[in-house]
């Protein structure tokens, strides 16, 4: 039986999205002298809009930018608020008013959503490494001892399985996912499946998604109602699985050999920092996340990949190679896969959900 999302954002993301539209609404964060010139408050509040999985890895981040601030601008103390939920319904939400100076997401066009509603004026992805600040890859959370028997993206049309994985209405993971399996089947490294036939890459898509019991909001939540479990597999974020490990789960990764390269994105959104006179530092705290220093945070907090992606597919100590770590560039950019080959009206996934959901 398919089951519609789940109202299971964790309560931290509630929270901290009703501290930002609280700051969004207030006038005491900056002003405007006599000359019309915009004066920062005394001590400047940044708001920053994220990402399900990242809760952690941005905690520590903040912190120690807050710190090194204060440091180098004597005294000066600034606050962050920050909102963590599925990036497209993050990025939908600063479209519709949620007034965020930076957001990091998870894929770029949530980026692009806002950068169309006119919040985003700068040229982002001409920033250094396409203003991406991490890399992780696509893989499978399987119950201890593998029961199931999960290697590669085709044992996950098995007859019986139970797969969770998010909305792609909501989640940018979601969409990472599908694209993981499509450019996994279109580089011939699926067996029974050809390379380069659309067709057989739709075929996985459908027996796929034949599967999927459940579509969570984000990310984190679909790991989460596994974690409860739910499911003989979830589909998601290898950085995701290892902090659950490390927290105490006892579930199992599997690196197929081909996956996707996930590559984050997190940027200014100018037009609402100018107007909180924040403009300086968030520039400042996106600068920094290219740090080596904001990269060692990354991968030891985050378990997350160097973004250099022939890095990242060489593994790290919490990370294993991957074997075909392949980019949304070898499979056209982001615009085909969203305007066109899988997203599109006639594209794999939608073709493929349509066939597997009715």
């Not at 006639?346 to 959901?357: I, L, V």
Request: aromatic share 8%; net charge neutral.
């Amino acid at each position: 039986m398919f089951l519609f999302p789940r109202m299971r954002r964790p309560a931290v993301a509630a929270l901290s999205l009703l501290a930002v539209v609280a700051a969004a609404c207030s006038t005491s964060n900056a002003a405007t002298d006599a000359s019309g010139k915009c004066k920062p408050a005394a001590s400047p509040v940044i708001t920053l809009a994220a990402y399900s999985n990242v809760y952690d890895v941005y905690g520590k981040l903040i912190s120690n930018f807050e710190s090194d601030w204060k440091d180098k601008h004597n005294g000066q103390a600034l606050q962050f608020l920050t909102s963590f939920g599925g990036s497209t319904t993050q990025a939908e939400a600063v479209v519709n008013g949620l007034s965020a100076d930076i957001v990091a997401l998870s894929l770029d066009p949530d980026v692009e959503m806002i950068q169309k509603a006119g919040l985003i004026s700068h040229n982002w992805k001409s920033q250094p490494n396409g203003s991406h600040v991490a890399t992780a890859s696509v893989v499978f959370d399987v119950r201890p001892g593998n029961p199931k028997h999960i290697h590669n993206w085709n044992d996950l049309t098995q007859p019986g399985l139970k797969i969770l994985t998010p909305d792609p209405a909501q989640s940018g993971g979601a969409k990472w996912n599908i694209v993981a399996a499509y450019g996994a089947a279109m580089r011939g490294k699926v067996s029974g499946y050809k390379a380069n036939s659309t067709a057989d890459a739709q075929r996985l898509l459908t027996g796929i998604f034949k599967n999927v019991t459940v579509l969570d909001k984000s990310a984190n939540d679909s790991l989460k109602n596994f974690d409860s479990g739910n499911g003989d597999v979830a589909i998601t974020y290898d950085y995701a699985l290892q902090q659950a490990k490390a927290a105490g789960g006892t579930d199992q990764m599997v690196v197929p050999p081909s996956t996707v390269a996930i590559q984050t994105p997190t940027v200014v959104v100018d037009k609402n920092a100018e107007k909180h006179c924040v403009l300086p530092i968030a520039n400042a705290f996106v600068k920094y996340l290219s740090t080596p220093d904001a990269q060692d945070v990354f991968q030891s907090v985050g378990y997350e990949r160097p973004m250099d992606v022939a890095a990242a597919k060489k593994g790290t100590a919490n990370q294993p190679a991957v074997k075909d770590f392949f980019t949304t560039d070898q499979l056209g950019g982001w615009d085909k896969l969203e305007s066109d080959t899988v997203f599109g009206k006639s594209g794999a996934f939608t073709q493929a959900f349509k066939a597997a959901k009715g």
